[in-house]
Structures are given as structure tokens and as C-alpha cells.
Antibody, heavy 119, light 110 residues
């Protein structure tokens, strides 16, 4: 069974940092590209970042480029999102999602990690 | 424009057919994916590419595309289909394939 489990969500002050992790199991993690997507409370989905299976190709949404860093550890079956210079508007549920074909068809999602940015 | 537009809300009577649409320039080049999100849950892929249903998705769900408009059709809507539905596609801008999401359609089954 494919499982993606996010962790690391927390309450953080504006300007602070947080690192989210996504533990993958039930599939060959090193064979799949991965993505982060977020959803502000009561709002729609926003794609944030993509990393290919080897970690050699990375993309970011304009809203987080320069502040967030995506990375992966294939040996540990883990995806991460380092978030710096956090803003109030970064408050959201953060989901990791598996990329089925490498074309952003997201076939499995984690349950989400809640990040609250507030003073 | 680099946006995907969805109707905010749609309703359907139990057992009837409903079409949820998604419009955007990127759809002239790429197919849409569709995600279902029930209250308090993570999104679930229900349709990808040219009418591809993931395993476990009922065959009452189907997808289509014409020009710059993609559609998700539910034939014989059930109470459990009540959810938010989001379309997505790749973005045409530049060489990067960032991902676009539509604003979502809240489906109510009456």
C-alpha cells in the first residue's frame, strides 16, 4: 500500500523557518518524481514545488521561490521542504504528492501537515 | 492567461448527470487531471489525461477535453460524490512545467 506521511507542521512566527518531511512507503520511492502542494484554510490547491526522481531537476512556484527548498533522500525514502522567511500567507495545509508519470499527475497524496504562521 | 477557471459551485440531483468544467489556455496544449477532495480529507486523483480513471474510481466518472475546456462528467451522481473538485494541468509559460490548479468546484448532490 502506497503511503505518504507528512510531519513537521507547527506554529511559527513570521520570518521564521520550518522543515516539513514526507515519509514514503509501499512503492519504490527512488523511481518517482514528487511534489509539494498546499491549501490555505478554506481555499483551493496551490502547487509549490517539484523534484524529479534523482533530485537533479527542481521547480518552484513564484510564490515560494527563493524562500523554500525541496529535497529528497532516496535512501531514506523521504521528501523534505525547507521553508524560510515564512509569511502569514504561508499558513496552510502542506501535502506531499507522488507524480505518477513525471508530468504532474499526482496519484497519491499524504494527509497533510498544518503550518500556521502567526505572531 | 495562465489560469484555470472553474464554476465555484454546481448541484445535481441524486442519480442524475453532472458536468464540471475547467477552462484555460493551457488546456489547448495539455490534458487536465481531476481531483476530488471531501471535507477534511486529502485530494484524490479521479481522472487523468485522456479519460484515464485510476484504480478504484467508479466508472460513472469520465473525462473529456475540447479546445480550451476540460470536463469531468459524473453519470448517475451518488451522495458520496459530494465534494470539491479541482482540475489541474501543466502551464504553458516558458520551459518550466509548473502546475496550474483551478479554483475548485463544490459539488452538492441533492
Amino acid at each position: 500500500e502506497v503511503r505518504l506521511v507528512e510531519s513537521g507542521g507547527d506554529l511559527v512566527q513570521p520570518g521564521g523557518s520550518l522543515r516539513l518531511s514526507c515519509a514514503a512507503s509501499g512503492f519504490t520511492f527512488s523511481s518517482y518524481d514528487m511534489n509539494w502542494v498546499r491549501q490555505a484554510p478554506g481555499k483551493g490547491l496551490e502547487w509549490l514545488s517539484y523534484i524529479n526522481s534523482r533530485g537533479s531537476t527542481i521547480y518552484y512556484a513564484d510564490s515560494v521561490r527563493g524562500r523554500f527548498i525541496i529535497s529528497r533522500d532516496n535512501a531514506e525514502h523521504s521528501l523534505s521542504l525547507q521553508m524560510d522567511s515564512l509569511r502569514v500567507e504561508d499558513t496552510a495545509f502542506y501535502y506531499c504528492a507522488r507524480d505518477l508519470y513525471g508530468d504532474h499527475t499526482l496519484d497519491y497524496w499524504g494527509q497533510g501537515a498544518l503550518v500556521i504562521v502567526s505572531s | 492567461s495562465s489560469e484555470l477557471t472553474q464554476d465555484p459551485a454546481v448541484s445535481v440531483a441524486l442519480g442524475q448527470t453532472v458536468r464540471i468544467t475547467c477552462q484555460g489556455d493551457s488546456l489547448t496544449s495539455y490534458y487536465a487531471n481531476w481531483y476530488q477532495q471531501k471535507a477534511g480529507q486529502a485530494p484524490v486523483l479521479v481522472m487523468s489525461g485522456q479519460d484515464k480513471r485510476p484504480s478504484g474510481i467508479p466508472d460513472r466518472f469520465s473525462g473529456s477535453k475540447s479546445g480550451n475546456t476540460a470536463s469531468l462528467t459524473i453519470i448517475g451522481a451518488q451522495a458520496e460524490d459530494e465534494a470539491d473538485y479541482y482540475c489541474s494541468s501543466r502551464d504553458r509559460r516558458g520551459n518550466q512545467p509548473p502546475v496550474l490548479f483551478g479554483g475548485g468546484t463544490k459539488l452538492t448532490v441533492l
